[in-house]
């Protein structure tokens, strides 16, 4: 497609329930992203896929959250026993690849955990 | 790791008046910056980005941003403020090997008084 896409746009749910976040990046982007965006806090990373190489999950919070992108493409970000401070919005960003090369972000999934 | 700290969580200025957005960051090798902004109910997008190259950067709708080594600072710099410039301001680092994720800062946000 021409843009990130995330889907879904809006989920809300119980506390303690899992939820699957999914993002489908520009095609031949080999740089993928997550980051939660929460107010006061700015863009917080949570993990980077870049080639065929480990993910960098140096900043997942806690082991409730896991991500992975299947066919160097298509990523999904999953929590598991949600909790209330796992509201935000959660940006999925891509690139060419790292360094310099630009974020293209989507426009995000807006969770609310009840 | 590298970071980045934004000074000032809100400025606040006249329109027609200088903006000034601060930006320091903390990199172990020579870093890549950048400063994103993300308008009202839109996604980030590309402001400039600083790369090795010339060390006063411009970018789009006339705001630059001087890389001052010695200072760690990536300042982001507007000469006269419109009131469409109103919106939150990130300004991120990555190491210049590409090898690491890109960390933004917690964001300042923007406001412009008629």
């Known amino acids: 497609g021409a843009g990130v896409s995330q889907s879904p746009s809006n989920k809300v749910t119980e506390k303690g329930k899992d939820v699957e976040l999914r993002c489908d990046p520009i095609s031949g982007h080999t740089a993928l992203y997550w980051y939660r965006q929460s107010l006061g806090q700015g863009l917080e990373f949570l993990i980077y896929f870049q080639g065929n190489s480990a993910p960098d999950k140096s900043g997942l919070p806690s082991d409730r959250f896991s991500a992975e992108r299947t066919g160097g493409s298509v990523s999904t970000l999953t929590i598991q026993r949600t909790q209330q401070e796992d509201s935000a919005v959660y940006l999925c960003?891509?690139?060419?690849?790292?360094?310099?090369?630009?974020?293209?972000f989507g426009a995000g999934s807006r969770l609310t955990v009840l | 790791a590298q970071s980045v700290t934004q000074l000032g969580s809100h400025v606040s200025v006249s329109e027609g008046a200088l903006v000034l957005l601060r930006c320091n960051y903390s990199?172990?090798?020579?870093?890549?910056l950048f400063w994103y902004v993300q308008y009202p109910n839109q996604g980030l997008q590309l402001l400039l980005k600083y790369t090795s190259a010339a060390t006063l950067v411009k970018g789009i709708n006339d705001f630059e941003a001087e890389f001052k080594k010695s200072e760690t600072s990536f300042h982001l710099t507007k000469p006269s403020a419109h009131m469409s410039d109103a919106a939150e301001y990130f300004c991120a680092v990555t190491e210049g090997s590409g090898n690491t994720p890109l960390v933004f800062g917690k964001g300042t946000r923007l406001s412009v008084i008629a």
């Open positions: 960003a891509s690139s060419l690849g790292a360094g310099a090369n630009v974020l293209t």
């Open positions: 990199s172990s090798v020579p870093p890549y």
